[in-house]
């Protein structure tokens, strides 16, 4: 049974508008929670993170809110650039961090049109 | 370039065979995850060695085995090769073992059982 859910397996906006992606998940112990972009051909990069101890983190064009009562956190990027067309792929932990293995959803492709 | 290698890049093998991936974590990265993308599938977890010595395990078969070497580059060993198994194999190292270390990923092999 999947633990980390991206529903979409696809999206498309706009140049300069922005981008929601979406990730639930369904254990309660997770604490920390990432997300990765994956370009083709390369493996995934680091984007940005959340503790369970905060609902919202910001990096530039990139923000993670987490919503822990619907157990359910969302990339926003503003705005989506052509660059950004990407798979994206949320992963959570549990075990309070002590060991580095992460749970990973099947990942959204986001395209971005000029 | 994420500083991470992984080679082969490719593999092509039949049923019931061998083969060895192998992974050079980044330069001072002491933590070696390993990780399969099947077809549709999000990152799964396999195998988790820190400093030499396992740290943490996920749902790795028992016909798959990996292990890491005092130089730290890392080993995952599949054996017995079912056609399931066919899937990109993502290499990940950090500097730290927890999931507060972010992990740098390689480009993958792509292990293809015929």
């Known amino acids: 049974d999947q633990q980390v859910k991206q529903n979409s397996p696809s999206l498309s906006v706009q140049e300069g508008r922005i981008s929601i992606l979406n990730c639930d998940y369904t254990?309660?112990?997770?604490?920390?929670f990432l997300w990765y972009k994956k370009y083709p051909a390369e493996g995934p990069t680091f984007l940005i993170s959340?503790?369970?101890?905060?609902d919202k983190n910001e990096d530039g064009r990139f923000t993670v809110f987490l919503n822990k009562s619907a157990k359910h956190l969302s990339l926003h990027i503003v705005p989506s650039q052509p660059g950004d067309s990407a798979v994206y792929f949320c992963?959570?932990?549990?075990?309070?961090?002590?060991?580095?293995?992460?749970?990973f959803g099947k990942g959204t492709k986001l395209s971005v049109k000029p | 370039d994420s500083g991470v290698t992984q080679t082969p890049k490719h593999l092509i093998t039949a049923t019931g065979q061998r083969v060895t991936l192998r992974c050079s974590p980044r330069?001072?990265?002491?933590?070696v995850y390993w990780y399969q993308q099947s077809l549709d599938q999000g990152l799964q977890f396999l195998i988790q060695?820190?400093?030499?010595?396992?740290?943490a395990k996920g749902n790795i078969l028992e016909r798959f085995s990996a292990q890491q070497f005092p130089d730290l580059h890392s080993e995952l060993n599949l054996s017995s090769l079912e056609l399931g198994d066919s899937a990109l194999y993502f290499c990940?190292?950090?500097?730290?073992?927890?999931?507060?270390?972010?992990?740098?990923f390689g480009p993958g092999t792509r292990l293809t059982v015929l």
């Open positions: 060695y820190y400093n030499g010595e396992e740290r």
């Open positions: 992963a959570a932990s549990e075990y309070g961090g002590s060991q580095g293995n992460l749970i």
């Open positions: 959340i503790s369970s101890i905060k």
């Open positions: 254990n309660s112990m997770f604490d920390y």
């Open positions: 330069s001072g990265d002491l933590s």
């Open positions: 990940a190292s950090s500097v730290g073992g927890t999931v507060y270390n972010e992990q740098f």
